[in-house]
Nanobody, 121 residues
Framework: QVQLVESGGGLVQAGGSLRLSCAASGSIFSINFMGWYRQAPGKQRELVAG???????NYADSVKGRFTISRDNAKNTAFLQMSSLKPEDTAVYYC???????????????WGQGTQVTVSS
């Protein structure tokens, strides 16, 4: 069994910053892609940023230049540094990990429980 636990969400004023963390634990052999998604009320979940095991990154156009994704492979942890936050960034942010369990050749996508980010104007 694998758990992804996010932390770091909260309430911040527009223009402020937050840093989200996502720690994966359990019977993990390796993690490939890790991503941060968000879902605002009434909207579909969208990919905000992703990072490969080798460190290649991609971002949604709406957050380019403001958000930075990183990861610590040794600790199975991913981070999302969010700066210049806008009210439209308000959403529940979810972490995902495409991983292999120990003893398995199948890749699974595991999700965290989500953390609320609220940006006030």
């Amino acid at each position: 069994q694998v758990q992804l636990v996010e932390s770091g969400g909260g309430l911040v004023q527009a223009g402020g910053s937050l840093r989200l963390s996502c720690a994966a634990s359990g019977s993990i052999f390796s993690i490939n892609f890790m991503g941060w998604y968000r879902q605002a009320p009434g909207k579909q979940r969208e990919l905000v940023a992703g990072i490969s095991s080798g460190g290649s990154t991609n971002y949604a156009d709406s957050v380019k230049g403001r958000f930075t994704i990183s990861r610590d492979n040794a600790k199975n942890t991913a981070f999302l540094q969010m700066s210049s936050l806008k009210p439209e960034d308000t959403a529940v942010y979810y972490c995902s990990a495409d991983l292999y369990y120990k003893g398995s050749t199948l890749q699974f996508r595991s999700w965290g429980q989500g953390t609320q980010v609220t940006v006030s104007s």
